[in-house]
């Protein structure tokens, strides 16, 4: 399993970003897709994810509104359109893969958001 995300930088605030996570070595289509991030001293939280066919999402109630998660299960891709940006969503982003023998992550990406 490899997860390589990209798409992350420095932005200022109200700016967007849109990360992108290639998958390979599954059978990605069948598999929920998570974005998680993590701010300097402060534990991952996942941020949204979404269902194998992208018809059902879920977003961290600090994001809702401003962040999209979508799929392209024919290119393997996951990614997390970020609108509005805020200090605070300055962080690591990582995205996540699930199955019956653990948890995935990719290298991570860092988003930046500073005037």
């Known amino acids: 399993v490899q997860l390589v995300e990209s798409g992350g930088g420095l932005v200022q605030p109200g700016g967007s970003l849109r990360l992108s996570c290639a998958a390979s070595?599954?059978?990605?289509?069948?598999?929920?897709q998570r974005w998680y991030r993590q701010a300097p001293g402060k534990e991952r939280e996942l941020v949204a994810a979404?269902?194998?066919?992208?018809?059902?999402?879920n977003y961290a109630d600090s994001v809702k509104g401003r962040f999209t998660i979508s799929r392209d299960n024919a290119k393997n891709t996951v990614y997390l359109q970020m609108n509005s940006l805020k200090p605070e969503d300055t962080a690591v982003y990582f995205c996540?893969?699930?199955?019956?023998?653990?948890?995935?992550w990719g290298q991570g990406t860092q988003v930046t958001v500073s005037s």
């Open positions: 070595g599954f059978t990605f289509s069948t598999y929920k």
């Open positions: 996540n893969t699930r199955d019956w023998r653990g948890d995935y």
């Open positions: 979404i269902t194998t066919a992208g018809g059902s999402t």
